[in-house]
């Protein structure tokens, strides 16, 4: 009986430790491929969102500004990310029953967030003021961080935004991942067809482009928030108030600023990200099959 219990502990531990690694690998390789893919949409969505406006913001000049910052950072944001998912989502499943599942889709996927975030505000706050053209000259990533950091510390500078952008990419991932499962779930019932990388792509399409309309009002907050200095940002007070005075200012339109370029980065984003997740989730356990 001991040798069957530690048998199962084993397999239990081989287990855990190759989704740990390649949920990582995976994760890396579709966050660096898709950000830089669409680099140039997202920049066009930061400058719709500026407070300064789009023309001058940069309006299509320099679309590719920010990509250096983006290139590093978003590797280990989306390999974190997935290791934290996949790593919960096994073990919490173990206690849930087949009902319960979306909500352990939408726990593990509120954790991976919030450590994908540790990574991706700094990472952000570089891109983002980059591509709106707030520092004059070709200031590079590391000095704008570095400025950031010397001027307003960690807190403000190079986490300002944090529960901003917690509180916008949370609810994100709440809507985006329990609709991804279902939809591969129910994939082959609804179409017939088996579920390949092709159709896991599609799937992360559409429940990205849901996501990403639903939630454009807290991206516009987190932009307002990370683009702003110091002073600025302490006059703008929270996500309720900066949303409030845009709808003043702006109205609805002005509330869901950047909603086209949004959603049609993350639906483009949602088809290659999960598209290039599973294939390489794919060829990963094929060859550690072998």
């Known amino acids: 009986m001991e040798l069957e219990d530690n048998t199962l502990a084993t397999a239990t531990l081989g287990g855990a430790k190759s989704i740990y690694w390649s949920s990582l690998i995976a994760g890396g390789v579709a966050g660096l491929v898709v ?77 991976a967030e919030v450590v994908a975030c540790l990574i991706r505000v700094p990472i952000e706050i570089a891109k983002q003021r980059r591509q709106a053209l707030l520092h004059k ?23 300002r935004g944090f529960g901003t952008t917690v509180m916008r990419d949370v609810p994100f991932s709440l809507i985006q991942f329990p609709l991804w499962e279902y939809f591969k779930l129910h994939w082959t019932d609804v179409t017939g067809t088996a579920l390949t990388p092709l159709s896991v792509a599609i799937c992360g399409a559409i429940s990205g482009g849901i996501a990403a309309g639903l939630t454009t009002p807290l991206d516009v907050a987190k932009t307002r928030i990370m683009l702003a200095e110091q002073l600025e940002s302490n006059r703008m007070g929270g996500m309720g108030r900066i949303l409030r005075n845009i709808y003043r200012e702006r109205g609805i339109r002005g509330v869901f600023a950047g909603f086209v370029p949004r959603v049609t980065w993350i639906t483009l984003g949602g088809a290659i990200f999960f598209g290039m997740y599973d294939l390489t989730l794919r060829y990963l356990n094929e060859n550690e099959d072998r």
């Open 137 to 159: 000259g070709n200031a590079s990533s590391l000095s704008i961080l570095y400025e950031a950091l010397r001027k307003e510390g960690i807190r403000k500078g190079l986490y």
């Open 35 to 111: 950000d830089v893919a669409l680099f140039p949409i997202d920049t066009v969505k930061t400058r719709l969102q500026s407070e300064r406006g789009f023309i001058a913001s940069g309006g299509f000049r320099g679309v590719y500004k920010g990509l250096a910052a983006t290139a590093a950072g978003s590797a280990p944001t989306s390999a974190l990310f997935f290791c934290t998912y996949e790593t919960m989502k096994s073990h919490l499943r173990q206690y849930a029953s087949h009902d319960q599942l979306p909500y352990v889709h939408m726990v593990s996927a509120a954790a």
